[in-house]
């Protein structure tokens, strides 16, 4: 006999495990499954983004610029450093503990809130009466409802599959024992630039292979050439609007034939070939077929705007379902379903969930940018102020970038709000605040701000908004 469950989630990545914890938190009977092995092969819970996602590359994130600093800029702080050396292999052991620290957390987190959990895979058996049979490796639940967690797997170039050796996905650029000279990116994405940071840092020779013509067309153009002129700086060589072609493996590493932006026959000779050319939605296994479950043409789950799939009872979230494949854009949706399944009224604004790239200088951003709003036709003003002209920054070392924002030229509610340079990605949660609450730029501008702090560069663009800055 099959134990019985209210909710039943499958998957324990951010969204699956925070979505297990609400409705625990809400008084149902929870189970949680999920496959994810340690070198060990115990359980590792926290899905891609803790194991080889979010959380290693921000480790190896540290790790680098650690050394960058140690490298390139203590001297002009007076601190002298002889015989600097890069221990790779003890950098890599950091980087495990961290995240082994992160699956411990989580595992301790299910037992307080008394989450039972399954290690395995999870998939739909069959319609049981009163909701749904889930295999849960080599055991079957039944649950009420279940919520599909399952996250997304690397995109692979056609024909080119990941050897993990010399052709990486974002997990084999985490592991890589030994700083190669040469290292090649096909993408220029959030994965591709963070790992390709990594890596400059540590002494790699970085290409970035990007068709787009255009540097992170997601992002706000003037920030987006802000942050392409640093990393030029930097030594990171990025082409774009390219044409791969064929990508040949040998023990000496990987060739890329590819045609430049003029058409021109180029071939790039790396050590290592990092592919970040987007995610594709990890329903294989799953048996969505099984059961009905409506997929779209990209594998995705097919969901209404409240996360519910064709079938009753079962609700999708995450990086499997339609939106941006953020961690924190799954933990929200995870919240609001366990809280919809209890008659709440969970709520995700998709219009207030920022975005960060964490390289150096950092990029963060919320709202629309103001390509998108010329787009649309919006009346908007826009105000800038640069991390130079900020005493903290200045006091740090770092100055590259700016604040952007973006208001409506009529209400000056904040429409959008852009920023590169230092801490970025804690800078723009005031932005996010401020959005949710339907602030105006002058909000922000009459709002006091520490001194001296890079927050304050944040009011200095408010302040810009009505063209007003007090420092620039």
């Known amino acids: 006999m099959s134990q019985q469950f209210d909710v039943i989630v499958i998957g324990g990545g951010p969204g699956g495990y925070i979505a297990a914890i609400r409705a625990a938190q809400l008084g149902f009977k929870v189970a949680c499954i999920d496959e994810w092995k340690n070198a060990k092969g115990g359980p590792a819970l926290g899905g891609t983004c803790t194991n080889v996602g979010c959380i290693p590359s921000k480790a190896l994130l540290q790790s680098s610029e650690h050394y960058e600093h140690a490298g390139k800029h203590f001297a002009e702080h007076g601190i002298e450093v002889k015989g600097l050396s890069l221990d790779v292999g003890q950098m890599l ?27 395995g895979r999870g998939a739909f058996v069959k319609a049981a009466e009163g909701g749904y049979e889930v295999k849960a490796g080599d055991e079957t639940l039944t649950g009420k409802q279940v919520i599909v967690a399952t996250g997304s797997n690397a995109r692979a170039l056609p024909g080119v599959p990941f050897d993990e050796e010399n052709i990486l996905s974002n997990d084999g650029a985490l592991r890589v024992g030994a700083v190669p000279k040469k290292l090649g990116l096909i993408g220029s994405g959030v994965i591709g630039l963070e790992m390709g940071s990594v890596w400059r840092r540590l002494g790699a020779e970085v290409t970035v292979l990007e068709a787009l013509p255009t540097f992170l067309g997601a992002v706000d153009e003037q920030i987006a050439k802000e942050a392409k002129k640093a990393f030029d700086k930097q030594g990171l060589k990025i082409e774009l609007g390219v044409k791969v072609g064929e990508v040949k493996a040998s023990k000496k590493g990987v060739s890329i034939a590819y045609a430049n932006a003029k058409g021109e026959a180029q071939t790039l000779e790396v050590d290592k070939l990092i592919v970040s050319i987007g995610r594709v939605p990890n329903t294989i296994g799953l048996n969505a077929e099984g059961v009905g479950l409506q997929l779209d043409e990209r594998g995705a789950i097919v969901v209404d705007g409240d996360c519910r799939t064709n079938l009753p009872g079962v609700w999708a979230i995450g990086d499997v379902v339609r939106g941006p494949m953020l961690a924190h854009k799954a933990e929200e949706e995870g919240v609001a379903v366990a809280e919809r399944i209890a008659g709440q009224h969970g709520h995700v604004n998709f219009n207030t969930i920022p975005w960060v790239i964490y390289t150096s200088p950092e990029i963060a951003w919320v709202g629309e940018t103001e390509q998108q709003l010329k787009a649309r036709g919006a009346a908007y003003k826009a105000g800038t102020f640069p991390f130079m002209a900020n005493g903290r920054a200045r006091a740090l070392g770092d100055t590259t970038g700016m604040v952007k924002f973006l208001a409506d030229a009529a209400t000056d509610e904040i429409l959008g709000v ?46 810009a908004v009505d063209k007003r800055t007090l420092n620039f």
């Open 418 to 463: 852009h920023i590169v340079g230092p801490m970025a990605s804690e800078l723009i949660s005031e932005a996010v605040v401020a959005m949710e609450f339907k602030a105006s730029a002058e909000d922000i501008a009459r709002i006091c701000h520490a001194h001296p702090s890079l927050s304050e560069a944040t009011k200095e663009a408010a302040l």
């Open 93 to 119: 052991k950091r980087k495990d503990q961290v995240v082994e620290q992160n699956n411990k957390g989580i595992e301790f987190l299910f037992k307080k809130n008394k989450v039972t959990f399954f290690h």
